[in-house]
């Protein structure tokens, strides 16, 4: 049976053109799918694919525009008896938050992939012919499903919920947290670490096509409770707090936050540092305040954000979403 794959294309530096082979700078999403899928027709990939442009951007300018259009096209793709699996190719600056949101608002019942270039299609050691030949692989692959989103990154695969980007260059910008990589996989083979783990093949949240405005609050030294006013506006429903060390911040920024929660705008701890656990506190209900767990502010942001549009707000059962990402 020939496998069938959707790849919904959204630009980034996988598509991306420098126009020199060792220079620095590029201009990203340059390359159209239909380029794309004939210049990859050459490698032998063992699936028929079919291509569709969402967008081709600079992932720096990701936002609702583009994901209002990318969910359903997902969910075209799924609902389709021919398709096997869907594959999008995205920038990698923010490729965790959009693979986060899909993996929170889409059903399992078929492998979506998604998969990024950290160096552009005609610099020396491109890196987004192998990655896309990788995704190929697992989104071919039936045990994909029920794993939920995926992000295949330099011969690994992540979950949405735990893969994050970790440098700012070179092929292996990638790193899992609380679990690294769930599998290995090359153009010719595929290893999983573990069995499929979501439960049920049902989206855990609907859709939204205007998510609430969730703002995070970046804590450094010497950060004054006045940021806040400055930060929040009228339409802010929430603010994720990227906290030093374990989510902590200076004591009138905590103060300021607690009178934000008291009148109704949920308030989430995350940490600025690159991995671990921001667990409750004591202190946490006194303030009316939301540990994010291992999630960081960002994909906090994204979940935040589908609680609230779903009509989520009492302070213990957010905790209660966050304990079980």
Request: proline share 5%; net charge negative.
């Amino acid at each position: 049976m020939t496998i069938q794959l959707t790849v919904l294309a959204t630009g980034g530096t996988i598509a991306g053109i420098a126009g020199s082979a060792i220079g620095h700078d590029y201009r990203a999403g340059e390359i159209g799918i239909e380029d794309y899928l004939e210049q990859v027709g050459g490698l032998g990939l063992e699936a028929e694919l079919s291509g569709r442009q969402i967008a081709n951007i600079d992932s720096a300018d990701m936002g609702p525009g583009v994901w209002n259009a990318l969910h359903p096209a997902i969910m075209e793709a799924l609902a389709d008896p021919a398709c096997n699996g869907v594959i999008v190719t995205h920038g990698t600056d923010t490729l965790e938050e959009t693979a986060f949101l899909l993996d929170l608002t889409l059903p399992a019942t078929k492998p979506v992939v998604v998969v990024g270039a950290m160096r552009p299609a005609d610099a020396v050691g491109y890196d987004g012919l192998r990655n896309f030949a990788n995704a190929v692989r697992v989104a071919s692959n039936p045990d994909a499903a029920g794993r939920g989103t995926l992000v295949v990154m330099g011969d690994r695969m992540f979950a949405a919920r735990d893969v994050r980007k970790v440098r700012t260059r070179g092929a292996e910008a990638f790193r899992g947290f609380p679990r690294e990589s769930i599998g290995l996989v090359t153009p010719s083979s595929l290893e999983w670490f573990g069995a499929p783990w979501q439960r049920g093949d049902g989206a855990r949240f609907a859709w939204c096509d205007d998510l609430p405005e969730v703002a995070i609050l970046y804590v450094h030294a010497a950060l004054e409770a006045d940021m806040l006013g400055r930060l929040i506006g009228p339409q802010t429903r929430g603010v994720v707090v990227a906290g030093v060390g374990e989510g902590n911040m200076p004591e009138p920024v905590r103060q300021a936050l607690a009178a934000l929660s008291t009148r109704g705008i949920a308030v989430v701890r995350a940490s600025r540092t690159e991995e671990g656990l921001v667990d409750r506190e004591p202190e946490d209900e006194a303030n009316g305040f939301v540990a994010a767990r291992a999630l960081n502010p960002q994909k906090a942001r994204i979940l935040l954000q589908l609680l609230l549009a779903s009509g989520e707000s009492d302070p213990a059962a957010l905790q209660r979403a966050f304990d079980g990402r």
